[in-house]
């Protein structure tokens, strides 16, 4: 570290919160030598773990990385907010973060045609939230139609699903990610799976760069689709008359480099305006939803940058506010509910959008 700043200056947690100063809350943790430090307990786990500093890093330090670090001490110390201990807590029981029963992981799919992975050779990883979430169901019940429609061979693995660990290890708990991951490759190694699909960028990016010995392919939903499109296997009658933009998920964006296939099936579908806000692709302004920040409250004093981005699709005239990750749809979407202004703009994820024109 050159001390030059340049991960608070572009850190958007701090533009919310004018106390948040990742360098320093590290340095003086690290550095504390016993004296009270409480406060900046409390504020590491404000990052959501986006990565824009390690982007923005001239040195190529790794703060994101020493965060973890950090919260892995506390965690072992038990010294983590009560939210934070209950969704490690969940994990460790039932294999997911809500403390929903595992018989309930695969109730989403009742009415749909859906395989076992017994009987095919693409596995559907639905993930915990999408599984779980009543909103989020849409996204997977939309996904798995889509790709029913494109005749692809897929399964999922039902309620012996469990959680991929993105979250926890970087809430700090790295022995529960290790135990997730072992579980989590016999049972992929159980079949004869040649390529796993996700709907979370946050699962997409476990697999394919935490998993080390994972020999399968893996790929992101809008990968697939973009592809399907280009080879003709998918094809849209309903036209939709939007104005649409796209906000970058930063595990799929930034962290991954998946800037094009979103944009390309959006401009591929019949009758959409796509337009750009200011901010995209690798300057893409994270929506707050990642690095357990799904389970902790926002400081009374602190504005959430969901809202900051709903904002900027509004500037920019968009009817629809399109993204493609699970928890970059709920921050946002609560950011235009409490806002009130669900009659300017919605929320929707690409899949949904595509649902709503395919043939």
Not at 17 to 41: Q, T, V, W
Not at 78 to 86: L, S, T, W
């Amino acid at each position: 570290c050159i001390q030059c700043g340049k991960c608070t200056g572009s850190c958007p947690i701090s533009t919310v919160s004018p106390h948040f100063n990742i360098r320093r809350i590290l340095y003086e943790m690290l550095n504390s030598e016993g004296e009270d430090i409480a406060h900046k307990k409390e504020m590491i786990w404000d990052c959501s773990t986006c990565t824009t500093c390690v982007a923005r890093c001239p040195k190529q330090v790794d703060p994101a990385e020493l965060v973890m670090s950090v919260r892995s001490v506390l965690v072992e110390d038990g010294q983590v907010p009560p939210k934070v201990r209950d969704v490690l807590k969940s994990i460790s029981i039932r294999g997911n973060p809500w403390n929903i029963g595992q018989e309930k992981r695969s109730e989403w799919a009742e009415g749909l045609e859906i395989k076992n992975i017994t009987d095919a050779e693409v596995l559907y990883y639905v993930g915990c939230t999408p599984a779980f979430d009543p909103r989020l169901q849409k996204i997977a019940k939309a996904l798995a139609k889509t790709l029913n429609k494109a005749d692809i061979n897929f399964g999922t693995l039902g309620n012996d699903e469990i959680c991929c660990g993105n979250e926890i290890k970087r809430m700090g708990d790295i022995w529960s990610f290790d135990a997730l991951k072992e579980m989590n490759m016999d049972l992929f190694n159980q079949f004869p799976i040649k390529q796993i699909i996700t709907t979370s960028p946050h699962c997409f990016n476990t697999f394919k760069n935490e998993y080390t010995d994972l020999a399968i392919e893996v790929s992101h939903y809008t990968q697939v689709i973009s592809d399907l499109i280009k080879k003709k296997k998918l094809t849209f009658t309903k036209e939709l008359n939007k104005t649409v933009t796209y906000h970058d998920p930063c595990f799929l964006g930034r962290q991954n480099n998946i800037y094009d296939e979103p944009r390309e099936i959006l401009k591929n579908l019949p009758s959409v305006t796509f337009v750009e806000m200011d901010r995209v692709k690798e300057r893409s302004f994270c929506c707050e939803g990642g690095g357990g920040r799904m389970w902790i409250e926002a400081h009374e004093t602190m504005k959430r940058t969901a809202t900051v981005r709903v904002q900027e699709a509004l500037d920019c005239g968009a009817d629809i506010l399109a993204t493609a990750c699970p928890f970059c749809l709920l921050t946002l979407e609560d950011a235009v509910k409490s806002g009130e202004l669900e009659d300017k703009i919605q929320v929707l994820d690409i899949i949904e959008i595509v649902s709503q024109v395919i043939e």
